[in-house]
């Protein structure tokens, strides 16, 4: 019997089984009511359904095993019971993963799903077993905004090609971002709102011309135009951390892209970028901290974010650079490793706790 992949590697001890793959089983029947007894802070529908990466389900259950009802074939998901992770689950389609011999006791279960998936949507079909109450939520609320670097695109590779350890998928895990490290430090809940390629105004070379990341916030399903995630009431944080604006910057202007000039594109990013902040502010209300942040030292990204902060007449719109000669990139494409982001997490956890958000 093959093992559980873990980052790549097999996972030796014989605690967990691996899933059982239902070949030509029914669809996993998501209904109303399927979070009844699983927590979850992210974007999810009342069927279960999602897109963002770092999405995650949490349950309890007492007994020797647990089974989780899902539903995608085109992520990635770690497994994780009282703690620890127990396998990673590749694509895994439709599925009833199954742990199986842990002592006769009251366990915790999680999974979160690691990779991008902005093409498709994910379904959760709920925990099945002996299945308790469902964990508290967290009081405290982060929600983090961004692109490649804040999913944590890459994250796992220790070389910046990636063609010949796994590609990007695999290498990827949204659960050890700096955002995910943060809200476990600080005992936040969190939604880890990142999309790829995607900037303020204008996107990665200018790909995709007329849309922007702005396109996607409001969706809960990002494949499906018009979608309007239905915020059930519970979601509303105390801290937001938004990081856009290195694919707007990172590239040169290509001829027939709407900015004629380089200072063009940095008017129209910093009036969008305002209209963006109005947004957050009429949603999550005027307590709400927003922590506009930059990983460059200086440029028209990080003087444009600066100016910003700078303009607003908000004492809780903070401006923070996170430049550090330490920071290695040496992820896939020269995105952050997973050093990065525990150097990263560091940082922001430390600047958070002297800007003592209401929570």
């Not at 700096?178 to 600080?186: H, N, P, Q, V, W």
């Not at 694919?247 to 910093?270: C, H, M």
Request: glycine share 10%.
């Amino acid at each position: 019997m093959s093992r559980p992949l873990i980052g790549g590697r097999s996972l030796r001890p014989a605690l967990i089984v691996l899933v059982a793959a239902l070949v030509g089983a029914p669809a996993v029947q998501a209904a109303p009511g399927v979070l009844d007894h699983a927590h979850t802070a992210g974007r999810v529908t009342k069927f279960g359904q999602y897109s963002w990466p770092g999405v995650y389900f949490e349950g309890r259950f007492r007994g020797t095993g647990v089974g989780i009802a899902l539903n995608d074939a085109a992520s990635y998901y770690d497994v994780q019971v009282d703690g620890r992770t127990v396998a990673t689950l590749a694509k895994p389609g439709r599925i009833t993963y199954r742990v199986r011999n842990l002592a006769n006791a009251e366990h915790r279960v999680r999974i979160v799903k690691r990779s991008e998936s902005p093409w498709a949507a994910g379904e959760f079909g709920g925990f099945i077993g002996a299945v308790l109450p469902k964990p508290p939520a967290r009081s405290r609320q982060i929600e983090f905004i961004g692109d490649s670097l804040t999913a944590g695109y890459g994250n796992l590779s220790t070389t910046r090609d990636c063609s010949a350890n796994g590609g990007i998928d695999l290498n990827t895990n949204a659960d050890l971002t700096f955002g995910a490290l943060t809200a476990r430090a600080l005992g936040a809940d969190y939604q880890i709102n990142a999309f790829s390629g995607r900037g303020m105004v204008r996107n990665y070379n200018g790909g995709e011309p007329g849309t922007s990341y702005r396109s996607y916030y409001d969706r809960a399903l990002l494949n499906v135009d018009g979608d309007v995630w239905q915020n059930p009431g519970t979601w509303r944080p105390q801290l937001v951390v938004i990081g856009l604006g290195t694919n707007d910057f990172s590239t040169a202007l290509r001829p027939g892209e709407q900015w004629p000039t380089p200072e063009s594109l940095v008017a129209a990013y910093k009036s969008a970028y305002h209209g963006f902040l109005d947004e957050l502010r009429a949603r999550y209300g005027p307590r709400t901290t927003i922590v506009v942040s930059v990983p460059e030292a200086t440029g028209a990204f990080a003087d444009a974010v600066r100016q910003v902060a700078q303009e607003r007449d908000d004492s809780r719109v903070r401006y923070w650079n996170y430049a550090d000669p330490a920071l290695d990139r040496l992820g896939c494409d020269w995105h952050f490793s997973q050093r990065d982001h525990r150097l990263i997490s560091a940082l922001l956890t430390d600047y958070i706790a002297r800007l003592r958000p209401d929570w």
